[in-house]
């Protein structure tokens, strides 16, 4: 079926091995993601060498089970889409040249993708899916959106003319949220990637045990209810940002260290870590009850806190640019969304302030392919080719 606007997406940016056909941007017909977790859990984070040389070994049957899936074949395609950055640039290199090799053998045009607007465009993939199985839609679409996430950037969304403009307006000034999640799990003796462990651990002690600070550089242009809403604040370069909207993970990941120190967790920790992944009885796969049944009640408290503080402060400097921009809609994508309490209090704020908020499934919140496909979308359609020359940018910056 040629000029069905079916577009085969490659993602292999970290440690997700991903294909997806997806028609018009909007409608998945498979989705493939070959998880690389079981490799990299014992090191605690991604091995960049062992990422590359997944990449090379899933690579193939993933695209090859994407077009499976969809009932399709390289013929029936329109054109190949792959995350061009930021990532790890071998892992990234994989992906690229592999969609490169297609795309020549099969004539197709080749798109690029930046990864992180291709995790905004797992919400709206969403949605779009959900307003096509409504036999009535009459929502405008034309909104102004924000994101948060795994790479922790707030970006001011907006669809001009068919394509979207990005203007950077918040990040982080040092981790991102997921790398605290990940360093603190690390710590605490618990799996990589550390989100999800900590996000089921938590709701088993007190998020008010131990207060986590951040600190807040005040300026005079943020009072609440008094900033500015001017087109020059929307498009404002990070040096002219409102600090409000700067982020910093790395001190909270050091408070959650001396407090470990200070109440000698750290034993616990070590043989959590034996008994879950590297001791001679670690279970092939330790589930949550596993891991529970190795924590103190002192390390359930400091996971609760841990996570009620970083997700407070996701929170806050949210909101206040939502308000500062005058956002109608904040979009909250990236793994870091995936979990159940950003979810639930992000969702509570926005009805306070009658505000609307959505996030992506969860399978679409942590690295997929289908995303990297509705992101194409606007580019195929504007005939925004990559050129033969593409390669991996592991940098690459989004927007302005
Ligand atoms: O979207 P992603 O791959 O990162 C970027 O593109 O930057 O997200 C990965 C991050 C990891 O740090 C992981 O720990 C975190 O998302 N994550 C979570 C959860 N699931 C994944 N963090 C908190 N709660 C979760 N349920
Ligand atoms: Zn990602």
New binding site residues.
Partial sequence: MPGAGLILAIES????TAAAIVQRGSHTLSSIVASQISTHARYGGVVPELASREHLRAIVPVVRAALAQASITLADLDAIAVTSGP?LAGALLVGITYAKALAFATSLPLIAVN??EG?IHAVLLNEHETELSKPQVSEARSFDKLRT????HLYLARPTSGAWHYSLVGRTLDD????A??KV?KLLGLG?????W???LAKHGNPHAVPFAFSQIKTKLHLAGKAPRTKAAKTAPIANLDTHFLFSFSGIKTAVLRYVELHDLRPEAESRREALFTGPDAPARPTLEDALATCSQATLDLIASF?HAVIGDLMKKTFAAAEFLAARRILV????????E?RARFTAEATRRDLRVSFPTLAL???NAAMIAAAAWPRFLNEEFAQSDLSADPSLALGA
């Fill in positions: 940016s970290c440690d997700e990532g990864h992180l995790h996430g795994g790479h922790t991102a949220a997921g790398e999640y990940d799990a990589y990637p550390g989100g999800p900590i996000d089921a996570q994508t990236g793994g870091v969304a995936a979990n159940r950003l919140s942590t690295d």
